[in-house]
């Protein structure tokens, strides 16, 4: 039987801040999956077993190294000292879920999940607040761990291409993992007579208009994802817009400690847009389904998207969606379930906005074709791909373990 450690520090408070976003979702999902698949008895050949700060704690000597670095803590934690830890486990294979948190040099076979290679995509827009050798020294660092590994679990087609367009890695250690929601994320209604009704109640709920069109944007502010753009766009939709009832624009995130902040403010005060601006911050799951379907549309003008978590989440919540065509957008949106504008033309996001917000029957079109596409991703499915991943790079011979660590599965 092969042992597979599963890294578990994307589930900790306060390791890169993972938990809650992206990459803590993702984790999460997988590993409960993987469970699943394994009391359904689907995995004979494989043993899980979460691998954290919990299962391997720090020893006294390890605390006094990071205790005595002047900087650079959490880089020689991950990089040295639990990668050593790792090696005294047994596992046969060491599964990261984010290439950023895998050893350069690991003593243990390892695979990793690139979620996306943004840095490279943007250097311009990572390197501004970092000195350029840090920059290097961390890019250096995550290829040398994504090169060293058995292989890459990327989370899209676009994603694979960047894996082997910037990084040279053959496509055949490549593997196509996508992403999914949770089951949280339900549709609402979309019968004719109670899809409107539903999203009324919901803005009750939220203290939000009943009767103002509602455009929702999620996610973070930092530069890729093109907020600053976004607004321009809302404040020319509020100046062509032609009914007494005036849109607003609902930003939610974890945004309020983000240096990107004051500027993203004082942009909305010169467009003059405040006064439609709602920003209620990190919301929870359940609460942010509400905040879904209690929207006309959702508007995601990101440049980038390693996936594209939240055109997934509004499609899967009967909300449809107007994003970039650009990286994994297309791919997740489908066909003809969002509606796709070029990036920076102000004048097709406009009028692309402006229309759907007028016509709620193409809304409700909209809304359908989003649920059915949304149905063809499932957190069972990425986790069956993840297992076949792992048997077609397990190194052979590996499967010996004579330790059992704490939250074996």
Not at 162 to 174: A, K, S, T
Not at 272 to 280: D, H, K, Q, S, Y
Request: glycine share 6%; proline share 6%.
């Amino acid at each position: 039987m092969y042992h597979i450690g599963l890294d578990a520090r994307a589930l900790e408070a306060g390791f890169k801040a993972h938990l809650g976003r992206g990459t803590g979702r993702y984790a999460g999902e997988l590993i409960k999956n993987l469970e699943q698949l394994s009391r359904e008895g689907k995995t004979p050949d494989l043993a899980f077993r979460l691998v954290g700060s919990s299962q391997l704690s720090p020893t006294v000597c390890d605390r006094r190294v990071i205790d005595w670095l002047p900087f650079g803590k959490m880089t020689f934690e991950s990089q040295v000292l639990f990668a050593r830890r790792i090696a005294k486990t047994g596992v046969s294979m060491m599964h990261f879920f984010a290439h950023g948190d895998a050893p350069a040099l690991s003593r243990v076979a390892q695979v990793v999940t690139v979620l996306d290679l943004i840095p490279l995509r943007f250097p311009h827009l990572y390197r501004a607040n970092k000195a350029n050798l840090r920059f290097k020294f961390a890019r250096f660092l995550e290829y040398q761990a994504i090169k060293r590994s058995l292989g890459v679990l990327a989370i899209s087609e676009a994603t694979k291409q960047d894996v082997v367009n910037l990084l040279g890695v053959e496509p055949d250690r490549i593997f196509v993992t996508p992403l999914a929601v949770s089951e949280n994320f339900a549709a609402r209604d979309l019968s004719p007579g109670n899809w409107r009704e539903e999203a009324a109640q919901k803005r009750r709920l939220l203290a939000l208009p009943v009767e103002n069109p509602i455009l929702l944007y999620v996610g973070g502010i930092d530069p890729r994802k093109n907020v600053p753009f976004l607004l321009r766009v809302f404040a020319e939709v509020l100046r062509v817009w032609p009914h007494r009832n005036r849109p607003l624009l609902v930003l939610v995130g974890k945004h309020e400690n983000d240096d990107q902040l004051p500027q993203l403010l004082k942009e909305a005060e010169r467009l003059e847009i405040t006064a439609n601006l709602r920003r209620p911050g990190f919301v929870p799951d359940e609460l942010l389904r509400s905040y879904y379907q209690c929207a006309d549309a959702v508007v995601f003008p990101s440049l980038y998207e390693g996936f594209g978590l939240p055109v997934l989440e509004a499609m899967a919540c009967g909300v449809p969606v107007v994003a970039g065509k650009n990286s994994s957008i297309p791919e997740v949106a489908g066909i003809d379930s969002a509606i796709l504008c070029e990036d920076g033309n102000i004048s097709e996001w406009v009028s692309a906005v402006s229309a759907l917000l007028a016509d709620p029957s193409k809304q409700l079109d909209l809304s359908r074709r989003g649920v059915r596409q949304a149905r063809r991703y499932s957190w069972m499915n990425t986790a069956c791909l993840t297992v076949e991943a792992y048997r077609c790079l397990l190194p052979k011979g590996s499967a010996k373990s004579t330790h059992v660590l704490p939250g074996a599965i």
